[in-house]
């Protein structure tokens, strides 16, 4: 196991430059997972790490090495690709075996090697199987076998879940969490689902425009997000963004009274954007932080999702789910204050 450290990592393609100057610190053994929209420069960085892709500048260290310059195989990583890329050919015990074509392993040892790895993935009984024979998910732990086997010093993985259907989706996050409970290598997951994100990392690393927007826990990037398009990117539904404006530490907004916030920085009469999750938003009977009329109801059984117009537009909110507002009541809205984000409207940044 190893740590990983990214130093004013860039990426250019001709004159155009794709990664901005990533600098991180991965702790051995830690599960961290880069998250962000299509193009954000998450795969890119990854196949940097791997080796796949050169580094116009910075440097990268895997345990305290700088391996620019080192070919993929001198890494001392393994890459399960969102592709499984096994051998169809090849039984589950020869699939897994070829991670370990260029060990100088005895024969008895890789045996027993595979037959451990093959336990650890619940394999066992499928050594002697054709990929053909095998389910989605099992195909899928046939390739991260062969990535075990060899016990590397970081694992990377590229989105290999998105070609799964939902429900084995679930069962490969738990099992690859559960995996890497048991075994403590230092793993690189790079996804597009935040769901993923969330269930799955130590720290999430957020991704836009080939720029970290902010690196923290679940927990961290969810109820303490750095930015605006971290809070609406992370969490389903999105956060609700509510323009107003700061006067003597107090929020006005389109509609509903005035807010009492404690700020420290902006002066009276900053723009500012107002953010409230769907999950602390409610109906009350309270000084309510907006009103509206209910335009759409999504039953999620025990909670409804309701979709309400108000003055600074259209905002989610989460009601009884046995006694839900009905589509065209108007509803008062209120939320604890404690719950609340706000942010500048010009920078997006999160004001304190």
Known sequence: MANLALKKLVKAYGQTEVLHGIDLEVADGEFVVFVGPSGCGKSTTLRMIAGLEEVTSGTIEIGGRVVNNLEPKERDIAMVFQNYAIYPHMSVRKNIAFGLRTSKMSRPDKEARIDEVAAILGMTDLLARKPSQLSGG????????????????????????????AQLRTQMRLEIKKLHQRVGNTIVFVTHDQVEAMTMAD??????????QQVGTPDQVYHRPANTFVAQFIGAPSMNMLDGQLVDGRIRLAAGAPLEMSVARPPSGASVVLGVRPDDLAPTDAAPLIEGRVSVREPLGAETLIYVETASGEIVAKADGRNPPAVGEVVRLGADPANMHLFDRDTGMVLT
């Open 138 to 165: 099992q195909r899928q732990r046939v390739a991260i076998g062969r990535a075990m086997v060899r016990d590397p010093a970081v694992f990377l993985f590229d989105e290999p879940l998105s070609n799964l259907d």
């Open 203 to 212: 720290r999430i690393v957020i991704m836009k425009d080939g720029h970290i």
